[in-house]
């Protein structure tokens, strides 16, 4: 059943996050035929001109689209805001080898931060985007839920936007599925019908991105090593690679070894070496406790401990799980079965049925076998002693 919206004769002016792309087009579009008041809004979050970035393009599909809906179009730069609370964050996590997801803090920090501040300036009651995702706006507070594609649902990326923004937010196409929304634009004669998605960094667009990361984090060589300690190859830096990483390893085939990929299972920072096995379903990459932490709540009071399902990487599928929440902050979750590949730095969602609970920043793990050589490779071998 679709959540209720507000009245569109009583809710003033909704300002679209207008990028130039079909899903926000179709957003305003439909809110416009819902009988709301409907101004657009194009940002531009990353200002260097490298060949990669196609915000001008993107603007101009942007304006294309609202001077044939018949909408202002406001234009607004928050690069310095996305520097500073995205992009810096972004590459500090690299730095500390582990994986971030950059459209986590996007979306809290500057969509549905900086952006609906400025949203407010211009006079706006509530804030819109093309995102697929559900809001329930209810007398407790709004309730986030996944949308009914489950194939394009953003609400992993939405977990941690504050709950008072939220409140103020509508997600035209929650029930919309892609195929329909790439119809509705055809039908409307959007010009951005069949325009393709947009894929990459958050705003930095699609590039080669171990090129990209180097320009502004220190190359720092050191040894891969098999999980017995011995030495096949050179890595560039820990910070280049993530846990169940398979290309880009450059080891082909090696003397004693069988022929089969490998794969990097853990990052031992005391020693710098990169820790590789030959198997994508190995022990060492097999998780069933880690810790998060900086969680950020949608639903509460949270139980001290309770089960819920958990996604601890965008598209996964739920995995059954108990948390128990040490603090307001931080918390301990136990999976029902092994999953793979659970990395540090990325975000662990929390899930009851359709509805977002809120989640955090996946900190240590333990694999299911751990061998003193390697210890610190990607996750701490006490950490077992310390679950539930």
Not at 137 to 157: T, V
Not at 371 to 376: G, I
Request: proline share 6%; aromatic share 10%.
């Amino acid at each position: 059943m679709r959540p209720p919206l507000p009245d569109p004769r009583t809710a003033g002016t909704v300002i679209v996050g207008v990028s130039g792309g079909v899903d926000s087009a179709v957003a305003a579009l439909t809110l416009l035929e819902r009988g709301y008041a409907v101004q657009g809004l194009f940002m531009t979050n990353w200002d260097d001109d490298d060949g990669h970035c196609t915000a001008a393009a993107d603007y101009q599909d942007a304006r294309q689209v609202c001077r044939l809906l018949d909408i202002p179009l406001h234009r607004a730069n928050f690069a310095a805001e996305y520097r500073a609370r995205v992009f810096e964050h972004f590459l500090r996590t690299y730095a500390a080898g582990d994986t971030p997801n950059p459209d986590v803090l996007c979306n809290r920090e500057i969509k549905f931060g900086v952006c609906w501040e400025y949203a407010r300036r211009l006079g706006a009651s509530w804030i819109a985007t093309g995102h697929y995702a559900r809001i329930e706006h209810r007398d407790a507070g709004p309730r986030l839920s996944k949308a009914a594609d489950s194939a394009k649902d953003q609400s992993y990326f939405l977990h941690a936007v504050d709950p008072a923004a939220l409140a103020r937010t509508l997600f035209p196409l929650g029930d919309w599925t892609k195929s329909e929304v790439r119809r509705r634009a055809q039908e409307a004669g959007l010009p951005v019908h069949d325009k393709r998605d947009s894929t990459g960094i958050c705003f930095i667009g699609e590039r080669p991105f171990t090129e990209f990361l180097s320009r502004h984090l220190a190359l720092s060589p050191g040894p891969i090593e098999t999980e017995d300690g011995r030495v096949i190859g050179e890595h560039r830096g820990l910070s280049f690679y993530t846990l169940g990483q398979r290309s880009g390893l450059h080891l082909g085939g090696r003397r004693g070894a069988r022929a089969a990929p490998w794969y990097v299972a853990g990052k031992d920072r005391a020693r710098n070496a990169l820790i590789v096995v030959q198997s994508p379903d190995h022990p060492r990459l097999l998780t069933e406790h880690f810790e998060v932490f900086d969680l950020r709540w949608l639903e509460a009071p949270v139980p001290a401990s309770f089960d819920c399902a958990v996604k601890t990487r965008y598209r996964q599928a739920d995995l059954p799980c108990r948390v128990r929440v040490h603090d307001e902050g931080s918390a301990t979750v136990t999976l029902r079965a092994p999953a793979r590949a659970v990395t540090p730095g990325q975000y662990a969602v929390f899930y009851d049925g359709a509805a977002c609970l809120g989640g955090g920043v996946i900190g240590r793990r333990v694999a299911r076998e751990a061998t003193p050589a390697h210890a610190s490779s990607g996750y701490n071998a006490t950490f077992a002693a310390e679950g539930p």
